[in-house]
């Protein structure tokens, strides 16, 4: 995989437990950084992307999204 959002907590824990392993080059918070130090978005943007990126089901339910996952059954 090259991009992982990693925004869900467990997600990675979830898919350990049944006996994978992710590998990735890059997640959202590697984007946030690199376009925090690249100086390219304003502090708007950058403060915009990092509340979804620290509570993504609260921003999307406020920007007219899903408030909760859907589980399996």
């Not at 979830?14 to 304003?42: C, I, P, Q």
């Not at 990126?53 to 007219?64: I, Q, R």
């Amino acid at each position: 995989m090259l991009f992982y959002y990693d925004i869900f907590k467990g997600g990675v824990e979830g898919l350990a437990e049944n006996g994978l392993k992710l590998h990735y080059l890059a997640t959202w918070w590697d984007v946030l950084a690199a376009a925090r130090a690249s100086g390219h978005f304003d502090a708007q943007t950058i403060a915009a992307v990092e509340e979804f990126l620290n509570a993504p089901l609260p921003w999307s339910a406020s920007h007219g999204g899903v408030a909760e996952l859907a589980t399996q059954a």
